[in-house]
């Protein structure tokens, strides 16, 4: 089963942007079905920030679209998730699962990066 780490969170002034890496091993990325980032706001349940199937097309909520980018380096066996125009709303921890087939639910979940956006 693959093993999924994130990293590349931190305390940013809002407008700035960051990128989150989550890194893949035991496995390659690019034999999930999909990889999706999601965000948990501290009180807050986990949302789903973005998500990339196997083929490259990417998914993204509607109160998601515009700020976030997922993108993929199936050499790195990375995705990142491209955050841009930082809001004080973004701050919460910032997760990365694996969808391992069509019919299986997101599993193989992070640890997670801690992101907090001072205003």
């Known amino acids: 089963q693959v093993q999924l780490a994130e990293s590349g969170g931190g305390l940013v002034q809002a407008g700035g942007s960051l990128r989150l890496s989550c890194a893949a091993s035991s496995g390659s990325i690019f034999m999930l079905f999909a990889v999706g980032w999601f965000r948990q706001a501290p009180g807050k349940q986990r949302d789903v920030v973005a998500v990339m199937t196997s083929d490259g097309r990417t998914n993204y909520p509607e109160a998601m679209k515009g700020r976030f980018t997922i993108s993929r380096d199936d050499a790195k066996n990375t995705v990142y998730l491209q955050i841009d125009s930082l809001k004080p709303e973004d701050t919460g921890v910032y997760y990365c699962?694996?969808?391992?087939?069509?019919?299986?639910?997101?599993?193989?979940w992070g640890q997670g990066t801690q992101v907090t956006v001072s205003a």
């Open positions: 699962a694996a969808q391992s087939t069509k019919n299986t639910v997101f599993g193989s």
